[in-house]
Each structure stands twice: as structure tokens, then as C-alpha cells.
């Protein structure tokens, strides 16, 4: 079952650090926003493979939307 | 003397340099990206010009288009605010290049002073003291360490292109430096287009005390008085004041002196800052804010002087309205940030809209604000909302005013510093004067 990875602020996509496939450890950054000058990462819940990433670098995400998947 | 002002900035300090604009009978022009077309200092201008969409580098950091919107309104000069393009030599050299005004200093001094590995080398020369660091951006981390291994540890890196707090990074022990050193040089080259970072000895429990000069197109520089300004979160400023609480008398004529002997040394011409780190009885040169400083106001409270105004004139061809003897320190002024950060979450941006707003008025109180009810708060900008500043006859009373004025804000829709601000202004060490840079992130405000 994939978990969905949610953005818990609001902001712009600033980097896409991961991409489908990769493997990522709990708290690894999967892809980082910027919000008021801040880098901010989103971080993987836990270990696992990346399946999805459903933003690119540019987009504005709301507090609580999904930003990928992990498998 | 110019007649109309563009104002390359957005929020709280483009309505604080109309309000100066109109007491000279300027004509003002307002610039706004798509995300700020309601945002209150479009509506304070004479005239407002859009200059392109929400992101910053595609509207308030894009050099040809603020050139084209003076052209537009024909403006005939261009004051560039605190951040965005204000320490930009470029943006100065291109304004000049236009025929307009740049009400700020020369774009030599710029780019000398905001190259810091350099601005550290010519403020030696001057016979300013420095921390004790590389003389010269280092090539890699190995070399960082090296260098480390010589001044002792703590040590932080910053970046050479750097200001504002951006691309640091602290290195508590050599096992840390490497992680640290590609943090510093990525963010250095995201922020500055340039990954070179320089080493410095880390001074830990230091007091931030920076001091405000001023020179004019004459050749006179004088000193404006100190400012404290150690609270800090992630090496931002959040709580500010003149004068600094318990600074001895020599520490504090070592500083001013030593400020206007560097600005001197460079021909400083209109506001500018030169920050300090003071260590006891000790104090090195950090860095030099080529513009005007979000917190002036504690300085205009505490003079009695307009820095906006001066500026304008200066810009103008006139000599400074005062002699150094003239500039007196009178009573004490705090101003404390208002942001929309959300202290509870590491200072995590809480954009939103403002769906109430109540700010404080009485005696010895004054607002900078560049929101109202119904601003949004977006994603793309600086999260400063409005400077709350009290002075007073001494600092017992203006710390008085301010624990007033923090109890009767509210602002609601967005989570806000307020709470940290009244901890802050409520705690021991604040009241009696002993504060360092590093509280915040050790937590001397926590619950």
C-alpha cells in the first residue's frame, strides 16, 4: 500500500530532490519548498521506495497536499 | 533635486519611504508583482506600476523592469528599500546608467562591502578589528578544515556574497564540518549565484551591536549611536534597541569610532550599517549593511532624526543636516518584528490572510506596517508583517509601553511571533539587559 507524503506547509516547489525508484530512509528530504525565503524539506515518514512524485519545481503546494507517494 | 521617487520594495518600509517622500513633496511611485496588486503601499503611492508575476526574481529582483517602471511614470529617482535589490551594485549601476537617482550609496561601495572576504580586508586596513578567519573564500572543505584546525573550533562559515543570515552555517566539531560545508556552498550559490564561503572563528554568547553612519556627497561620515540587536532566530533579527543595555562606555566609543573610521575608508556616502559581534570588552567588525536598516526607527526614536528623510536629501546633493555633535542619544526605543512564523514549529512561514488585525497606539508608540485586514500573506515574500517600536525616557519605560502595546495586539489567520515577543519582553535576562545571540536557539524563551 503507498503512503502519501504531504506537504505540512504552505509554499513553492523548489526542488525536486528524489525522483520514482529511489530508495529513502526516514527523514530524508523527497522534495524541498521554499516558503518566505525559507528552504523547507519534506521529509519521508519512513524508509522506503519513492513510486510518485505529483509535483514539479515552480508549483505552489498547499498545507496538506500530496507531493508523492512511497511504496 | 529629483522630484519623483520609485520605491523598489513592497511591504512596511515602501509606505515608511512615501511617508518620507511626501515630507520633501515627492512625488512617489509604487512597484507590485501580481501577488501584491491589494497589498496597502500600492494604494500610498501617487502611482503604482505592476512589474511582473509573484516570484520575486521575476518582479521586485528584476533589475530591467524596475528600470523601464521609472521610465514609465517618470520617476527620476529610485530608493531601494532593505533587502531585494538594495545591496545589488548592479541595480545602483544601472539606476545611474538611466539618468535616476539611486538614494543609497555609491556602486563601488556596494560592491565592496558586499563581497564580505573583501569588506573584512579593507575594514582591517581602516584598523577596524575583525574576527579572527580566512582572508579569502576557502577551496573546499578540506581546506576549511585545515583552516578550522588553526582558529579552534566552534567556527561558522559564511558565505562571501552573503547578508541576511543566508548560506551560514555553524561547526560545532570537525566531524560536522563537511555536512556544514555543503549545506553553506549550495545555499550560497541558490541565494548569491556564487558558492564561495569563507571560515571565521565562531564567537558563542557574543552580543550583535551594530552602529548606523551616515556620509554625505562632502566627505563628512558621523555615527548615529548603537544598536543592540542580539535576539535573534536563524540569524534574523527579532528584537532591537538603542541604546545597547550595559555596554561599557569605552566598548561603546571603541565601536562608533570604529564605525566611522570604515565607512570613512571607503567613502561612505548616504545610511549604512556596520554590524559588530562584542565579546565582553571586545568587539570585531561582521559586516557592513550598505542601505538603510529594517530597524532604523529605534535610531530615529532615540535622535529625534529622520533617516529617510536625510537620505533623500543627501541623494540630493545636500550636506548632512547635522554635525556629529548634533546627533544625540536621548531615552531608549525597542522595536520588536512581528512575523508570520509560527514560534511553536521552529519558526515554520505561516503564510495566510489576515482575517483580524489590532495594532497598539498611545504614548511612545509606533507601528511599521505593510498589512492591514484582508492581506494575504503569500508564500513568495519575506515574512514581516509590521515593527512594533516603543521608546521612552529610559528603558524601564519603554519596555513598559511594550509589554502594554504586545498584550493589546492581536492578529488572527495567520500564526505570528507575538507570543515569543511577550515571553521575550516578560523574561529576566531581557529586562535586565543580558542578552546574546544564541538565546532563542537555546531556548532561554521556551515555555
Not at chain 1, 529511489?22 to 516558503?35: F, H, K, M, N
Not at chain 2, 548632512?320 to 508570520?340: F, H, M, S
Not at chain 2, 523574561?427 to 535586565?432: A, G, K, N, T, W
Amino acid at each position: 500500500m503507498a503512503e502519501e507524503i504531504k506537504a505540512h506547509i504552505t509554499g513553492v516547489v523548489f526542488q525536486v530532490t528524489t525522483k520514482p525508484g529511489d530508495r529513502v530512509a526516514a527523514g530524508d528530504p523527497v522534495i524541498v519548498l521554499e516558503s518566505m525565503k525559507m528552504e523547507i524539506p519534506v521529509e519521508a515518514p519512513r524508509a522506503g521506495a519513492v513510486k510518485e512524485i505529483r509535483v514539479r519545481e515552480g508549483q505552489t503546494v498547499q498545507e496538506g497536499e500530496t507531493v508523492a507517494l512511497l511504496e | 533635486m529629483f522630484r519623483t521617487v520609485l520605491v523598489a520594495n513592497r511591504g512596511e518600509i515602501a509606505r515608511r519611504i512615501f511617508r518620507g517622500c511626501r515630507t520633501r513633496g515627492l512625488a512617489t511611485v509604487a512597484v507590485y508583482s501580481e501577488a501584491d496588486r491589494d497589498a496597502p503601499h500600492v494604494k500610498d503611492a501617487d502611482r503604482a506600476i505592476a512589474i511582473g508575476p509573484p516570484p520575486a526574481r521575476e518582479s521586485y529582483l528584476d533589475i530591467a523592469r524596475l528600470i523601464a517602471a521609472a521610465r514609465e511614470s517618470g520617476a527620476d529617482a529610485v530608493h531601494p528599500g532593505y533587502g531585494f535589490l538594495s545591496e545589488n551594485w548592479r541595480f545602483a549601476e544601472a539606476c545611474a546608467q538611466a539618468g535616476l537617482t539611486f538614494i543609497g550609496p555609491s556602486p563601488e561601495a556596494i560592491r565592496v562591502m558586499g563581497d564580505k572576504t573583501e569588506a573584512r580586508r579593507r575594514m582591517a586596513a581602516a584598523g577596524v578589528p575583525i574576527v579572527p578567519g580566512s582572508p579569502e573564500p576557502v577551496a573546499d572543505a578540506a581546506a576549511a578544515q585545515r583552516f578550522a584546525a588553526t582558529v579552534g573550533y566552534p567556527v561558522i562559515l559564511k558565505a562571501a556574497a552573503g547578508g541576511g543570515g543566508i548560506g551560514m552555517a555553524k561547526v560545532m566539531q570537525e566531524s560536522e564540518l563537511a555536512g556544514a560545508w555543503a549545506t553553506a556552498t549550495r545555499r550560497a550559490q541558490a541565494a548569491f549565484g556564487r558558492a564561495d564561503v569563507y571560515v571565521e572563528r565562531y564567537v558563542e554568547r557574543g552580543r550583535h551591536v551594530e552602529v548606523q553612519v551616515f556620509g554625505d556627497t562632502k566627505g563628512s561620515v558621523v555615527h548615529m549611536h548603537e544598536r543592540e540587536c542580539s535576539i535573534q532566530r536563524r540569524h534574523q533579527k527579532l528584537v532591537e534597541e538603542s541604546p545597547a543595555p550595559n555596554l561599557a562606555p569605552a566598548v561603546k566609543r571603541g565601536l562608533t569610532e570604529a564605525a566611522v573610521a570604515g565607512a570613512r575608508a571607503i567613502g561612505y556616502v548616504n545610511a549604512g550599517t556596520l554590524e559588530f559581534l562584542v565579546d565582553e570588552d571586545n568587539f570585531y567588525f561582521l559586516e557592513m549593511n550598505t542601505r538603510l536598516q529594517v530597524e532604523h526607527p529605534v535610531t530615529e526614536q532615540v535622535t529625534g532624526l529622520d533617516l529617510v528623510v536625510a537620505q533623500l536629501d543627501v541623494a540630493a546633493g545636500a550636506p548632512l543636516p547635522w554635525p556629529q555633535d548634533a546627533v544625540l542619544q536621548r531615552g531608549a526605543a525597542i522595536e520588536v518584528r512581528v512575523y508570520a512564523e509560527d514560534p511553536a514549529k521552529n519558526f515554520l512561514p505561516s503564510p495566510g490572510t489576515i482575517t483580524r488585525l489590532t495594532v497598539p497606539t498611545g504614548d511612545g508608540i509606533r507601528i511599521e506596517s505593510g498589512v492591514v485586514e484582508g492581506t494575504v500573506v503569500s508564500v513568495h515574500y519575506d515574512p514581516l508583517l509590521f515593527k512594533l517600536i516603543a521608546s521612552g525616557s529610559g528603558r524601564p519605560q519603554a519596555i513598559a509601553r511594550l509589554t502594554g502595546a504586545l498584550e493589546t495586539c492581536v492578529v488572527e489567520g495567520v500564526k505570528t511571533t507575538l507570543p515569543l515577543l511577550r515571553t521575550i519582553v516578560a523574561h529576566p535576562d531581557f529586562r535586565r539587559g543580558a542578552v546574546h545571540t544564541q538565546m532563542v536557539e537555546q531556548g532561554a524563551f521556551n515555555g
